[in-house]
């Protein structure tokens, strides 16, 4: 959001501020990107006893700058507080570095909420995208492709950090009451995409888009306190029933949080009870004449995101196979999509009119059904007009040139003093 004054509405009750009325203490490292323009917005406002991280929505992996629109600044604060001296070092070490400090120098009779949101692998600026530290890129010398290569030493820089923190909770004892959750907002910038070259191979699409490949995202959930652990998990899961779940978890009661959309799946992931969850909203927007929802196994999908340029499907520049050695789980993981279909490419024009798929038969999207199946997409469409009738009109006001770093000392923070 960068230049443009406005953020997540201060009437909006966030996890911390759930988790702190629990008796949590709560900090937060990396992205922020709910808004600055007025300090009220920013993250040691909004719950979080500590913060350290950058407002924007990337920054460059070493200098720390952020270019947004027109505009250049740095973006680098512990608290309030610019800090310069992590300049030159790879933030995804700055970052797990900071999140083992707190760990062990927190209290171990008080609960703590972590949220780290790791700029990687997320593009840089556009003059240098992708990043990492020669160390991991030259682990995958295999990799021919530049650009690949170096993406996957992003990624193994971030897996170090996984390692890295969880090494550090089990030293200082909380990794036994502990819960640890990976997860992603999005599917990967492939194909070139943002200047990216991520894969969600074989799915359709990409970052941005709606089809399967833009809206999945790997993760994992990983604690002792699960009452089954090795599994992969094929019930409809959606992000926002992180809230509710770690809310029911950390002792809190549901009932305190009206009209959320999530659902406690807790029961789900440890114990492999059916999800509660039957479907899933996953975009109406107004602007780009863009929409799809998830019910049961039907996907409807309306609209074009970039014109149709990004509905493909995007083959990384080299596939590992995964082998019959490999461990149970990741053979699990794998998307079968079935045979490809001449059509597949033509089955389906959303802009011209709604798509259907079965998802759970057809995940990478191959087979257009709406004609077969006049019903189930009335159904369908009906629900997402229902959806649509509860909406507000989206917010985006323009660029403050007011908001340009160069104004503040080079640096991008708040510029707006509220009343």
Request: net charge neutral; hydrophobic share 35%.
């Amino acid at each position: 959001m960068g230049a443009s004054p406005w953020g997540l509405p201060l009437n909006q009750t966030i996890f911390p501020q759930y988790l702190n009325a629990l008796g949590y203490s709560s900090h937060m490292i990396g992205k922020w990107h709910l808004g600055f323009f007025a300090w009220p917005y920013t993250p040691t406002y909004r719950g979080f006893e500590s913060y350290y991280g950058y407002y924007n929505g990337k920054e460059d992996y070493y200098n720390h700058m952020t270019l947004e629109d027109e505009y250049m600044g740095y973006d680098l604060r512990d608290g309030v507080n610019v800090t310069y001296s992590m300049n030159g070092k790879y933030t995804t070490e700055v970052f797990t570095s900071k999140a083992e400090t707190l760990i062990r120098q927190h209290n171990p009779n008080k609960p703590l909420f972590l949220y780290l949101a790791h700029l990687a692998v997320h593009s840089a600026n556009p003059s240098k995208p992708l990043e990492a530290p020669s160390k991991y890129v030259n682990r995958f010398m295999h990799i021919k492709d530049k650009n690949r290569r170096t993406f996957a030493g992003m990624v193994a820089a971030l897996d170090d950090s996984v390692g890295n923190i969880t090494k550090t909770l089990k030293a200082t004892g909380l990794y036994d009451n502990s819960i640890i959750i990976f997860t992603s907002d999005n599917g990967g910038p492939a194909a070139g995409f943002n200047k990216n070259h991520a894969s969600n191979w074989p799915l359709r699409g990409l970052k941005n888009t709606l089809w399967e490949g833009g809206i999945r995202a790997a993760g994992f959930i990983h604690s002792p306190l699960l009452a089954r652990s090795g599994v992969v998990l094929q019930d409809l899961v959606h992000v926002c029933d992180w809230l509710p779940t770690i809310y029911a978890v950390a002792g809190g009661n549901i009932t305190d949080m009206p009209g959320l959309d999530g659902y406690n799946i807790w029961e789900t992931l440890s114990k492999g009870v059916p999800s509660p969850r039957t479907e899933i909203l996953h975009n109406i927007d107004p602007i780009l004449n863009i929409a799809a929802l998830r019910v049961g196994n039907y996907k409807v999908i309306l609209g074009e995101s970039y014109h149709g340029k990004w509905d493909g499907w995007y083959k990384p520049e080299q596939v590992t196979q995964v082998s019959s050695t490999q461990s149970l789980i990741l053979r699990e993981s794998v998307v079968h999509c079935g045979e490809k279909p001449a059509n597949a490419s033509t089955n389906c024009k959303p802009a011209k009119y709604p798509c259907l798929f079965d998802i759970n038969n057809d995940p990478c999207e191959y087979n257009n059904i709406a004609a077969q199946h006049p019903e189930i997409l009335k159904d369908l469409l009906l629900k997402l007009d229902n959806y649509n009738s509860t909406s507000i009109p989206p917010w985006f006001p323009p660029n403050d040139p007011q908001a340009d770093p160069k104004l503040h000392g080079g640096v991008w923070s708040p510029w707006i003093d509220l009343p």
